[in-house]
């Protein structure tokens, strides 16, 4: 549904390298962000505690899946969630309430630290952070992916010029797409069909949005950072406010 226009403000970083952290975190502070990154291959031999920590909800949730590569993903993905938010909240992985959006973003249901989930076909990516709404999301390179189809339908023509003239254009198309994709996910809208109407290609992107959901969800401005931990995976966060300090870690 569209209907009359207000602003927005997209602030892009750079595409950095990035490694991870194999430590236990510290608390969350003010003004800080931790991301977690694992491939399946280093989740695989916790899923027996994951599937421990999995309630009901979730494993309905699962048994939906009609492939069993995106069945046992769900799991472990959430699995591995839950013994994240158990660090950082003191709450037993199993006994961790969560509450979800209008449309489907989950929430710790007692408050709390906020965070977001992502996957990909062969990793996993959680972000959380004390004080503001955080958008995660997750690619792998070696996808399949004909990003000129894809950009003609949901990229801004500046952003198809952009991918055009870039001498690694796919990962380039999944550069842009991941920063897409974790605004969605920060402001709470999920997807939506209108991704047209966010540029995220400049180092500052002032826009006017349209959709009657998005702008009611959306915060005034969003912090984009891009980063590469390995040759194959992408990772964006969004933040409604940059973050003082971003750590990454392992599984």
Known sequence: ???????????????DRQDVIRAEPPSLTTGACYI?????????????????HINTEERARADRFRFEADRERFLLGHGW????????????????????GRFGKPALAEGGPYFNLSDTKDAVAFAVCATVEVGLDLET????????????????????????RSEDQKCTFLELWTRKEAILKACGVGIMDDLRSLRVDEAVNPLTIRHA?????????????????????????????PMDRILFFGA
């Open 213 to 241: 959901e998005f702008k009611a969800m959306a915060a005034p401005e969003y912090h984009v950072r891009t980063w590469r931990t390995d040759n194959i995976h992408l990772i964006s966060l969004a933040t409604p406010r």
């Open 81 to 100: 969630m839950r013994k994240l938010l158990s660090h950082y909240t003191g709450t037993p992985p199993a006994a961790i309430a969560t509450v979800r």
């Open 141 to 164: 390179m070696d996808r399949r992916v004909d990003h000129d189809a894809v950009g003609a339908h949901y990229f801004t023509p500046e952003e198809q010029l952009t991918i055009a």
């Open 1 to 15: 549904m569209m209907e009359g226009g207000r602003s927005l403000i997209i602030h892009c970083g750079r595409t």
């Open 36 to 52: 977690h990154v694992a491939t399946l291959d280093e989740l695989r031999p916790m899923a027996g505690t994951f599937l421990a």
